[in-house]
Every structure is written in C-alpha cells, then in structure tokens.
C-alpha cells in the first residue's frame, strides 16, 4: 500500500510493522487462552488486549528508537487513540462478527 499509494508514508513504516506484529501475536495468544462461555466476549477481550498492546509497543519504540527526542507522551495519545478513534470503532464494531462467522459460531451466546 505504501509503494502504491504512499500511504502510510514511509517513515511510518517501521514501527507500524512492530505494532501490527504486536496485534497478531497478542490476539491469537489471548485468544488462544481465554475461554469464557461467550465467544463474543472472548474476541472483544483478545481484541481489546492486543490493540491497547500494538498501541504501547508503537508508542514505546517511537519514543525510544524511531523517533527519539522529538516523541512526546501528548503525540503518543493523539496518535494512538484520538485521532485513531474510527479505527477503533471500526474494529470493535466488525472484527468480532468475522471472526465468529468464520469459526461458524453466533455472535450471541445460546443454542447452536
């Protein structure tokens, strides 16, 4: 996407990689490991978990490697959940019935 639409520009690139690992990594171990009697919860919590994860890991390796001196905590918070709040939404609104659709489960708890 960068190379074709230049965005994310380019110097973004390397700390979003991190952080969408981040993501992956969190979420399935989450995921993997709690087991509520409600699928739906399951997601949103391995959801939840793993984005407030992506969003440390992004801030942390920002502030100290890829742009060191000039990564305030204010920008951190701008970045990571202000000005990515649609995002968020966005994720919490449709990932949870994607997942639960391709594992052929409802989205609410019941009789199968």
Known sequence: SSLLTGMPPMAYLPSMICELAVYGLFSGV???YIKTKMPVL???IALTASMLA???VFGILNALIFRA???TMQ???AS???TAFPGIVIQLLLIPSFV???QG???IAGKY
């Open 54 to 56: 992506g969003r440390v």
């Open 100 to 102: 639960l659709a391709l």
């Open 69 to 71: 001196g000039a990564y």
């Open 75 to 77: 920008v951190w918070l």
């Open 30 to 32: 989450i995921y993997r």
């Open 105 to 107: 489960q409802k989205p």
């Open 42 to 44: 399951d997601v949103y």
């Open 80 to 82: 990571a959940f202000i």
